[in-house]
């Protein structure tokens, strides 16, 4: 059963990127973005801009009863996960395949809950340089998908599907067939990376480059190191070396989501990750001051926004 009707939910730098991928490969009403009535009329009004181009998307809202998905893929932040799980229920058939781009090691969780883990690949992804500004982003990699199975060592015919359609509309993806493993590595890069950028109101250069930065991002992903082998995915000095290897891809004027986040006085993902790594050295009793200090640091920066 091939694919040929694509959802996507969330619209920010990953949405309209792969958005404006898949409405250049695929027929336009095959591409559906979801949104809510008033954010459809906003994006109608000012556009939604990738690389220059005005993104022509065909939009549906939530309670238009449509066609269920071939793919549906979440690329909405942590904090609308819950809203964006209730909205997309139209789009979700008996043979739907669900992916989920976000930050984090629970969305698959999350939205397996509801629709069925049978229906959801695990997903990460990694290497792209994307930084959204209101309605306009710009990237100079695209980087990769990322997916396979919940299980380690698994490689199902959905797997297989949705790796055939990648390939036949040329989007740039690699099968892990450990999952878990690769997630836990995401999340701790994005402990790191995304925090540390944030606090130090700065870029992936910043971090590229020896110095304080980096001698922070790699001590607060030292601290999941920590905790990864307590919950039963270790990470070892070998994973901290690929994602670095990984960071060094990105545009050095670049910024990842969360210091975009505080450019723009928007509430971040710092509950996703560092209170994330503060909840889990709770449980297992090790010590992480270093995302301590980070998640204080990114809360006093959010305390200070005026709306």
Same mark, same amino acid.
């Given at each position: 059963m091939s694919i040929k009707k694509v959802s996507i939910i969330g619209l920010g730098a990953l949405g309209i990127m792969y958005g404006q991928h898949f409405s250049q490969k695929l027929p336009k009403e095959n591409v559906r973005i979801i949104a809510d009535k008033k954010r459809i009329e906003k994006y109608q009004t000012e556009g939604v801009f990738c690389n220059g181009?005005?993104? =022509?998307?065909?939009?549906?809202?939530?309670?238009?009863?449509?066609?269920?998905?071939?793919?549906?893929?979440?690329?909405?932040?942590? &904090?609308?996960?819950?809203e964006a799980i209730q909205s997309v229920k139209h789009h979700v058939g008996e043979h739907t395949i669900i992916i989920s781009a976000l930050n984090g090691i629970i969305s698959e969780e999350m939205i397996g809950q509801v629709y069925g883990f049978e229906k959801v690949l695990y997903c990460?992804?990694?290497?792209?340089?994307?930084?959204?500004?209101? &309605?306009?982003?710009?990237?100079?990699?695209?980087?990769?998908?990322?997916?396979?199975?919940?299980?380690?060592?698994?490689?199902?015919?959905?797997?297989?599907?949705?790796s055939e359609f990648f390939k036949s509309v040329e989007l740039p993806h690699q099968v892990d067939t450990n999952m878990p493993h690769r997630i836990w590595g995401k999340f701790m890069l994005n402990v790191g990376v995304n925090q540390t950028v944030a606090v130090y109101n700065s870029n992936y250069g910043e971090v590229q480059? =020896?110095?304080?930065?980096? &001698?922070?991002?790699?001590?607060?992903?030292?601290?999941?190191?920590?905790?990864?082998?307590?919950?039963?995915?270790?990470?070892?000095?070998?994973?901290? &070396?690929?994602?670095?290897d990984v960071l060094d891809t990105l545009s050095p004027e670049g910024k990842p989501s969360m210091?975009?986040?505080?450019?723009?006085?928007?509430?971040?993902?710092?509950?996703?990750?560092?209170?994330?790594?503060?909840?889990?050295?709770?449980?297992?009793?090790?010590?992480t001051p270093v995302n301590k200090m980070l998640y204080e640091k990114i809360k006093e920066i959010e305390s200070e926004y005026v709306y």
């Open positions: 181009e005005r993104c =022509e998307f065909h939009f549906v809202t939530p309670d238009e009863h449509v066609e269920p998905a071939d793919l549906l893929i979440f690329t909405v932040k942590f &904090n609308g996960l819950e990460v992804a990694q290497g792209m340089d994307a930084v959204k500004i209101d &309605n306009k982003l710009t990237f100079e990699h695209k980087g990769m998908l990322v997916f396979g199975d919940r299980k380690p060592g698994i490689l199902s015919e959905k797997t297989k599907r949705l480059n =020896e110095g304080e930065a980096r &001698n922070t991002m790699i001590a607060a992903m030292r601290e999941v190191i920590a905790i990864s082998d307590k919950a039963g995915v270790p990470l070892t000095e070998d994973d901290l &070396n690929y994602w670095l210091a975009q986040d505080v450019d723009a006085k928007r509430l971040s993902e710092v509950e996703l990750f560092a209170g994330t790594v503060l909840k889990l050295g709770k449980k297992y009793g090790i010590d």
